[in-house]
């Protein structure tokens, strides 16, 4: 998520900062404070940024490094008529009252006249120390110590306010808030762009899309969801109500006038005009687990099922492989996303046949990043961010069947079996272990 805002707002990762994914802190080269506070508007991953006076292994080191920091850039926040706070967060320890003041005491060398003020202070610095990731054994000393300003907090609140237990209109499979947030931001979603979910369901990616001040729509081949009818999802509560739908949910959060429209369709069915459409293609194809997968198919076609809606609509389905939903898909953003777009979406995968081959391919799309969920023990899905980097040819359309790209992920049309499978097993387990 951090990668993907820095390239939308400015800024990079240090040159002699690794990306580690065992430290909860990174340093970031970030050219101005404006730039900084743009990126905490729209993260929900990272909880603060601050602007860092020195760093380093010890305390000596943290010392010695504040000590060659420019002094002419910390006297405007260290003015006699200013007020300020020294405030101690320690990652994976917690330390006394005792502790916190001796640590603040030793920073007098700093060159601090203003008064302190513990409940509303203009400034607020911050001392960071990193006790690493394992709680069963917590080091004496810290690994690393960092002092700085403190800038901006994230956004996470938002995952609160937003949150589907409050949520107006809401389905079997309605997408997590925070992770939604996170979507839209490897999405790199900014004002006025327009977002499309070829899977729309009840929503829950568009409102955090509409939220960053784009422009939303979406389709579904499911009548009765895009409509609000039939039974509903929440507790205690048989059929939906007249106005649980789409629209009503955007208009909950004041996003309304961002929503353009949803459409009863089957995304593997042509209906847009061609062109470059889409600024971002943000969605959660369905895998066969709490919703069906599912095309439309004509009558000669293999019928498994006629459904018929409260409203007579009909029509007749066939079964859609996850293999083809996710081609269709990927050939589609290609199509249809302008130059520089982002197609964001859920693959589920089986772990233990897993490989970074399974991950669908299309030359006009490049891998900008993949990051797994846990569901299970053998099951995660993986959020696969791609970028439009080529213009889509008509020879693009079937490119994906002669690379070989194709077959690996043809396994995970059974996916639902897979998953279910080690469902099986447990409840088999827990029978057994309950017998003896």
């Not at 509303?120 to 709680?135: T, V």
Request: aromatic share 12%.
């Amino acid at each position: 998520e951090i990668t993907s805002l820095l390239s939308l707002c400015g800024g990079q990762f240090s040159g002699e900062q690794e990306i580690r994914v065992n430290s909860p802190f990174w340093i970031l080269n970030i050219p101005s404070e404006e730039m900084a506070r743009g990126l905490m508007k729209r993260t929900v991953c990272a909880k603060s940024v601050f602007e860092l006076w020195g760093h380093g292994r010890s305390a000596g080191e943290l010392y010695a490094s504040l000590k060659n920091y420019p002094v002419d850039k910390m006297l405007p926040y260290l003015q006699s008529d200013s007020t300020y706070k020294v405030h101690i967060h320690t990652f994976n320890k917690t330390l006394t009252q005792a502790e916190k003041i001796r640590k603040i005491d030793a920073l007098e060398f700093l060159p601090f006249k203003g008064k302190v003020n513990l409940k509303n202070p203009e400034h607020i610095f911050w001392i960071l120390e990193d006790y690493g990731m394992n709680p069963n054994n917590v080091p004496e000393e810290p690994f690393h110590l960092y002092f700085g300003r403190w800038i901006a907090d994230g956004q996470r609140e938002l995952i609160e306010s937003y949150s589907v237990k409050k949520r107006h209109f809401i389905g079997n499979t309605s997408m997590d808030a925070c992770l939604s947030f996170i979507m839209a931001n490897h999405g790199r979603v900014k004002p006025n762009d327009v977002v499309y979910d070829p899977f729309v369901g009840t929503g829950g990616l568009l409102i955090s899309s509409a939220h960053f001040g784009a422009y939303v729509c979406g389709t579904d081949i499911d009548y009765n969801t895009i409509h609000g009818l039939g039974k509903a999802s929440r507790k205690n509560q048989k059929w939906r109500g007249p106005d649980e739908n789409i629209r009503a949910n955007l208009r909950q959060y004041g996003l309304e006038k961002f929503y353009l429209d949803a459409l009863v369709a089957d995304s593997s069915r042509p209906i847009w005009r061609k062109g470059m459409l889409f600024d971002a293609i943000i969605t959660d194809p369905p895998y066969g687990i709490r919703e069906a997968t599912r095309r439309t198919g004509s009558p000669k076609e293999t019928v498994k099922s006629v459904e018929r809606s409260t409203e007579n609509h009909i029509f007749v389905s066939s079964n859609y492989h996850l293999s083809d939903i996710f081609f269709d898909l990927l050939k589609f953003a290609a199509e249809y996303l302008v130059m520089g777009g982002r197609l964001v979406y859920w693959l589920p995968i089986y772990r233990p046949e897993y490989t970074e081959e399974f991950i669908p391919r299309h030359p006009c799309l490049k891998l900008i990043s993949n990051c797994e969920q846990m569901l299970s023990s053998h099951t995660s899905r993986r959020l696969i961010t791609m970028e439009k980097v080529k213009e889509f040819k008509d020879q693009d359309e079937n490119s994906y069947l002669l690379d070989g790209q194709y077959m690996p992920y043809r396994g995970h049309n059974s996916f639902r079996e897979k998953y279910f499978s080690g469902v099986t097993k447990r409840i088999a387990k827990e029978e057994k272990d309950n017998q003896k």
